[in-house]
Nanobody, 122 residues
Framework: QVQLAESGGGLVQAGDSLRLSCAAS????????MGWFRQAPGKEREFVAA???????YYADSVKGRFTISRDNAKNTVYLQMNSLKPEDTAVYYC????????????????WGQGTQVTVSS
């Protein structure tokens, strides 16, 4: 498995931007598909975005056009650029990794980070 550590969360106002980072260690980062999930209080964890080991980004409809997932294989890091944030984006955001892209999208990834809190005030 790969170890993941998220950073970049915080408290912002509606309409602001935020960039989350997820640093990976322990395995060959470029072999892994990566993804972002989020979990709001009282709700189930939901898929946000995924990226394959050779790009191929995919987004949930709720964030399409506002969020961008990217990766830097030289830095073993995946990013989530979040623009035009809304109060409903408030959640703990988790990074996930798996060798299989479909397991990222389905939420069955083998490795997960501890999460970073994003709070968007209205």
């Amino acid at each position: 498995q790969v170890q993941l550590a998220e950073s970049g969360g915080g408290l912002v106002q509606a309409g602001d931007s935020l960039r989350l980072s997820c640093a990976a260690s322990g395995r060959t980062f470029s072999d892994y598909a990566m993804g972002w999930f989020r979990q709001a209080p009282g709700k189930e964890r939901e898929f946000v975005a995924a990226i394959g080991n050779r790009d191929y980004p995919y987004y949930a409809d709720s964030v399409k056009g506002r969020f961008t997932i990217s990766r830097d294989n030289a830095k073993n890091t995946v990013y989530l650029q979040m623009n035009s944030l809304k109060p409903e984006d408030t959640a703990v955001y988790y990074c996930a990794a798996d060798r299989m892209y479909r397991r990222i999208v389905s939420g069955d990834a083998g490795s997960w980070g501890q999460g970073t809190q994003v709070t968007v005030s209205s």
